[in-house]
């Protein structure tokens, strides 16, 4: 048995480390996206297409919340070895209503092409929207995965 807690001990710093790991990297995924956005709002006011850099900007501030739930989430695990299975759902919402908002703009207004995809992701954001509400019911003293951004 001695051997075991050895182990055991051994495998509970290693996943600690590796936390931390994916910590530091959705902080530089974050820091990135951030010089991303403002090389996007500059090409955007250089291009005149304000509308459609409008968009496209605020497609990466969508990547950038789910980088920040899970942020929060590292930070909430890390301080008390709790994970919310909230958290999956709210990124899964957020990048599906990241999708709503790009398709327009991907199909440059022939939205008829792309109307059976829209439809199918409008059909996944209320199912995860039902999903999430359930979960958040059931879990009545849990305060959501974005709570800390």
Not at 108 to 114: I, K, M, R, S
């Amino acid at each position: 048995m001695v051997g075991y807690k050895g182990f055991e001990s051994l495998m509970e710093e290693a996943n600690k480390l590796l936390h931390v790991f994916m910590a530091v990297v959705l902080l530089v995924a974050s820091l990135l996206l951030i010089w991303q956005f403002g090389q996007d709002v500059v090409q955007t006011v250089r291009s005149g297409a304000v509308a459609q850099g409008f968009l496209h900007a605020l497609g990466n501030l969508f990547i950038l919340w789910v980088l920040s739930s899970l942020i929060s989430a590292e930070i909430r695990y890390m301080r008390t070895g709790n994970f919310s299975v909230l958290v999956f759902i709210e990124a899964a919402l957020i990048t599906l209503l990241r999708q709503l908002i790009i398709i327009p703009v991907e199909s440059q207004g022939q939205l008829q092409n792309w109307a059976w995809t829209y439809g199918l992701i409008t059909a996944a954001v209320v199912a995860v929207g039902i999903t999430y509400f359930l979960v958040r019911r059931v879990m009545p003293g849990e305060q959501g995965a974005d709570s800390g951004s």
